[in-house]
């Protein structure tokens, strides 16, 4: 099982980036998928979700807007379009399955490694 998470870098505010996230050794179509992201010295935190046929996505407050969270289940990839990017969204984002929907926000099956943005002011 691997999730691969790709995509991050260096932008300026109010700039544009597109993250990947590759899974593989799970049934994809079938996964329910999120993006988390933990800023230095703070808890990790919700960012977005979306369910396996991706009809439905739900986003937390201080990204709704500019961020877009979607699935390619040919290519088993998740992508988080970040747009209008602020200082405050530097953090290491990560992508996480699960099979469960029900389950607390933060209760993930699968993690990947994390990929860092960095936004400057």
Known sequence: VQLQASGGGLVQAGGSLRLSCAVSGLTFGSLHMGWFRQAPGKERE????????????????????????????????????????KPEDTAVY??????NPRAATDRYDYWGQGTQVTVSS
């Open 46 to 85: 919700f960012v977005a979700r979306i369910i396996p046929n991706g009809g439905s996505t739900i986003y937390a407050d201080s990204v709704k807007g500019r961020f877009t969270i979607s699935r390619d289940n040919a290519k088993n990839t998740v992508y988080l379009q970040m747009n209008s990017l």
């Open 94 to 99: 990560y992508c996480a399955a699960r099979w």
